[in-house]
């Protein structure tokens, strides 16, 4: 346990100066929460002395130190009631817990020079994503079909704001997050701008208006701004997505995100969905995202088209800096309607082929 009152120029100590510090307030609230339980995972090993590792003093950390922490954070060894061991590792989520040390370290150093050594040593670990001969686990992606398919379900479930903001996550490239806990309706079709729609990405801050209609004033997601308007007739302010049944505790339809910002809710009712339609176990609300910019990459779209999409800023994420505009929105999509009704005629071409 971290004690009330860490003694300053401890690991325990740069951990409360991180999270008084206003880039803290910066940060998404979900990777706030991983943030604090990463941090207070490393913080709370024990070290063979029996003390813990956040009663160490800055000064004392080391390369070599950390490194030590890592390899011991990154297998976790159980034994069952029978004697059974069993080990496995936890890679993605140590690697998780060293990036949040490693910007706490960084911000504590601007707050508190004097005290935070300037050498971080949790920078430049070379931190590998799997284990070394083994293959990287693609995310589930879904296809055109397999999204058709959940809405049918989501539908017949009576779950319509769930199929609703599939179709959202696949046109307009939207993480999870941002669909049930950050879509106002007010960001939609406002009266100042009726043709455009706000998207802001809480990950990264990125925001934008996206254009509802081309050159020629032809609705450009024609099917996503039937629902949506139907939504916006019956809701004046607030989330666009609430849950679809009453709740015992409120008169209104709630929020589908917690005030804590949790979504697992929301997630296993998806996967009543993907049940009942009969899909892949394996995939999520995030597959229909992960689809949309496969999607996109099979209608020969370019880097800067994509980057607008999704609202990238990393050449990390994509290859090539490029300014976002409107038109690049408007062509991107099209691209991909394009490709959609291309890939529909396909199927259909070859299931009346005669034999």
């Keep these: 346990m971290t004690p009330a009152s860490p ?45 813990r590792v956040g009663s160490k003093h800055l000064s004392d950390f080391t390369k070599a130190f950390v490194d030590a922490v890592y390899g011991k954070l990154l297998v976790v060894t159980r034994v069952s009631s029978s004697g059974e061991v069993t080990v496995r590792e936890r890679r993605r989520y140590v690697n998780m817990v060293m990036a949040a040390c490693r910007r ?104 934008a208006w996206w254009p509802l209609l081309d050159e020629t004033a032809a609705p450009l997601f024609p099917e996503l701004m039937e629902e949506l308007d139907e939504i916006k007739k019956t809701t004046l302010s607030g989330l666009v997505f609430r849950r679809d049944h009453a709740h015992r505790q409120s008169t209104i339809p709630l929020p589908w995100i917690t005030p804590r910002k949790d979504l697992r809710y929301l997630r296993s009712v998806v996967k009543q969905i993907i049940a009942e339609a009969g899909l892949r176990k394996e995939l999520s609300f995030r597959s229909f995202r992960h689809g949309g910019f496969t999607e996109g990459a099979d209608s020969d779209l370019t880097d800067a088209e994509l980057r607008a999409a999704g609202r990238h800023r990393s050449n990390r994420q994509l290859p090539t800096y490029a300014k976002r505009t409107g038109k690049q929105l408007i062509t991107a999509t099209k691209k991909r309607r394009e490709e959609r009704i291309r890939s529909l005629l396909v199927r259909q071409n070859a299931n009346y082929a005669p034999e």
């Design 7 to 51: 003694e300053p120029g401890t690991f325990d100590w740069l951990v409360g100066i991180f999270q008084a510090h206003p880039k803290w307030n910066e940060i998404e609230s979900a990777t706030q929460r991983h943030y604090t339980k990463s941090l207070a995972m490393f913080a709370n090993h024990e070290l063979k002395d029996g003390s």
């Design 104 to 207: 706490a370290w960084f911000v504590g150093q601007r707050a508190q020079e004097k005290i935070v050594p300037a050498s971080n040593p949790f920078s430049r670990m070379g931190l590998r994503s799997h284990a070394p001969g083994r293959s990287i686990r693609p995310t589930p992606t879904a296809t055109w079909d397999e999204l058709v398919a959940f809405r049918a379900a989501a539908t017949r479930l009576d779950y319509r704001s769930i199929a609703t903001a599939a179709l959202l996550s696949w046109e307009w490239l939207q993480r999870e997050q941002h669909v049930f806990g950050a879509f106002d309706i007010s960001h939609y079709r406002p009266s100042e701008r009726p043709n455009s729609v706000r998207i802001v990405h809480p990950k990264n801050g990125e925001e």
